[in-house]
Nanobody, 125 residues
Framework: QVQLVESGGGLVQAGGSLRLSCAYS????????VGWFRQAPGKERELIAA???????YYADSVKGRFTVSRDNAKNTLYLQMNSLKFEDTAVYYC???????????????????WGQGTQVTVSS
């Protein structure tokens, strides 16, 4: 069984920064891709950043240049550093991983089959 626990969300003013963390444990593999999704009210869940064990990364255009994904394999922790936050970044942020199903690529939604509970990020304008 896999466990993913996000933390670090909160309220921040536009232009500010936050760092999200995701502690993963259980039946995960170091080679598994891990990523961050977000879902705003009334919108579909969106893959915004992801990383492989060897640090290959993916970013959605909406966050490229502002967000940085990283992982500490020794601590089994995934991070998302979010800078220059905008009102439209307001969403619930989820970390996700692949637990053994098909890998369609780092930037493919279908690669990820397990999500954490999410953490709320609210950006005030």
């Amino acid at each position: 069984q896999v466990q993913l626990v996000e933390s670090g969300g909160g309220l921040v003013q536009a232009g500010g920064s936050l760092r999200l963390s995701c502690a993963y444990s259980g039946r995960t593999r170091i080679s598994s891709p891990v990523g961050w999704f977000r879902q705003a009210p009334g919108k579909e869940r969106e893959l915004i950043a992801a990383i492989r064990w060897n640090s290959g990364t993916y970013y959605a255009d909406s966050v490229k240049g502002r967000f940085t994904v990283s992982r500490d394999n020794a601590k089994n922790t995934l991070y998302l550093q979010m800078n220059s936050l905008k009102f439209e970044d307001t969403a619930v942020y989820y970390c996700a991983t692949n637990t053994g199903g098909p890998d369609y690529g780092l930037g493919a939604h279908q690669t990820y089959d397990y999500w954490g509970q999410g953490t709320q990020v609210t950006v005030s304008s």
